[in-house]
């Protein structure tokens, strides 16, 4: 097994100096998922179907599209770049590749609850593409380490990439271990607990392996948030947040060798243009993530349902050591959001949790299984570069030379929502003050 003695900031430092310790301007990053390009999908779809494909040919499409994905993102400005999860077919499914116990099967998928309150909608939607067409892994024996050589290609693809491309750092996502359990079926362990147990015991091969590679690892825990709506739809929300509680541990189980500082963590509540209407609020998932030990948390933050929810801020402390990386682009629709909109959206956490401890970030993936996306591909640059100018527009204001005892009593009266009592002077400060002014509104 891997251990802590891999890892060596030193090392990274000198090859690829960490974005994490440059804080003099917001930071950029995305969820991690991106359009793929057909010849991608095609191949992955050959390969989750069994039907033969050629290995070479695999790899070497999948170095490919990773070099275009990561110079496509450095283009758009992001720092923290991924493969775009070029060789997977989803972002959980992929396990079955990597693990043992898992077959594929036909187990109706479920649908979430606020689309079942909506059948007219969710079939509408669902004749539209907008439901999974790969096969659902089903656990049906004993979970342990099967293949690692599909990680150690997707590190590979995305070291590579990133050693020629100047300015970003890498991470890698991967599924937690309640997101497997919550979303794959389980015929085989007694429990939930047991079915966790066995997969924190499997994952932590993989999440150990990528941040001993230099890489930033970024786990993916929808089963936080839209676990409520979907698995635990027949439950109330006390027994959801017991079983999240459980989640977290387990994840904190598989964690136990790697740094906090090197893992981050997100949680949505689906990454679909649904009412959303059953979503739990992120105030009652708050205590479970706390406890989490990743040190950035990746939280939706800009879509109609969830954007209120900054306000959360005012009341609740961001742990010590934690970094808050709020959605700032909606990834479930086709508008380009306005720099001025991003920016604005970012400042409200900077004023709240204080400017080095947020990072701009998305709702979700791009491209949350291969082949589809709701977001056009060429909208989804547009996006990321949107997301670029509007971290620009508030490093600008964050990083402005005022004197900060000043600066921060009128940002810490505006982040309360109290109006200032100093009438912004109209010259100097008119371009701040529109953001302002429009922050206080929201
Ligand atoms: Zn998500």
């Known amino acids: 097994m891997a251990n802590r003695l891999c890892y060596d900031k030193r090392f990274i430092a000198k090859e690829e100096k960490p974005l994490s310790l440059s804080r003099n301007r917001i930071l950029t990053t995305h969820v991690g998922s991106l359009p793929r390009p057909q010849d991608v999908v095609d191949l992955l779809f050959a390969q989750d179907k069994g039907e033969p494909y050629d290995s070479a040919r695999f790899d070497e499409t999948m170095q490919r599209a990773v070099r275009d994905a990561v110079k496509k993102q450095a283009d758009a400005g992001i720092d923290f770049v991924s493969d775009g999860e070029m060789s997977k077919i989803s972002y959980a499914t992929y396990i079955r590749h990597r693990l043992t116990g898992f077959e594929p099967g036909n187990v109706p998928r479920a649908t979430p609850q606020d689309l079942d309150d909506f059948p007219e909608y969710r079939d509408k939607i669902a004749s539209m593409g907008a439901t999974p067409k790969y096969l659902r892994p089903i656990c049906k024996g004993p979970i342990g380490v099967k293949n690692l050589a599909p990680l150690h290609a997707d590190i590979e693809h995305l070291k590579n990439a990133v050693s020629e491309t100047p300015g970003v750092e890498g991470f890698m996502t991967a599924a937690s271990p309640g997101t497997i359990a919550v979303f794959q079926p389980n015929e085989f362990y007694p429990s939930h607990e047991a079915y966790l147990e066995a997969l924190a015991g499997a994952m932590r091969e993989e999440y150990e392996t990528i941040v001993n590679s230099g890489l930033i ?118 508008f380009v959001e306005h720099p001025q909109l991003v920016a604005q959206r970012i400042l409200r956490y900077a004023e709240l949790v204080g400017r080095d401890r947020v990072i701009a970030g998305t709702d979700c993936g791009f491209g949350t299984f291969a082949g589809f ?70």
């Open 373 to 442: 996306g709701a977001v056009y591909p060429t909208l989804c640059w547009m996006k990321l570069r949107s997301l670029r100018e509007g971290a620009d527009i508030a490093s600008k204001e964050l990083w402005a030379k005022t004197a900060p005892a000043g600066k921060k009593a009128a940002s810490a009266k505006r982040a309360s929502g109290k109006p200032s009592p100093k009438k912004a002077s109209p010259k100097p400060a008119k371009k701040k003050a529109s953001v302002k002014k429009t922050a206080r509104k929201r």
């Open 217 to 334: 690892l970024s786990v993916d825990c929808p089963d936080l948030g839209m676990g409520r709506h979907i698995r635990f739809r027949d439950v109330d929300d006390d027994e959801f947040v017991r079983n999240a509680h459980l989640q977290v541990e387990a994840l904190n189980h598989a964690l136990a060798n790697v740094p906090a500082d090197r893992v981050r963590m997100h949680i949505c509540w689906g990454n679909y243009e649904g009412p959303h209407t059953r979503d739990i609020p992120l105030a009652k998932v708050l205590g479970a993530l706390f406890k989490a030990k990743p040190s950035q948390l990746l939280i939706e933050g800009a879509n109609p349902r969830h954007e209120h929810e900054w306000e959360l801020w005012k009341s609740h402390k961001l742990p010590a050591g934690k970094t808050l990386v709020p959605g700032v682009l909606d990834t479930s629709c086709n």
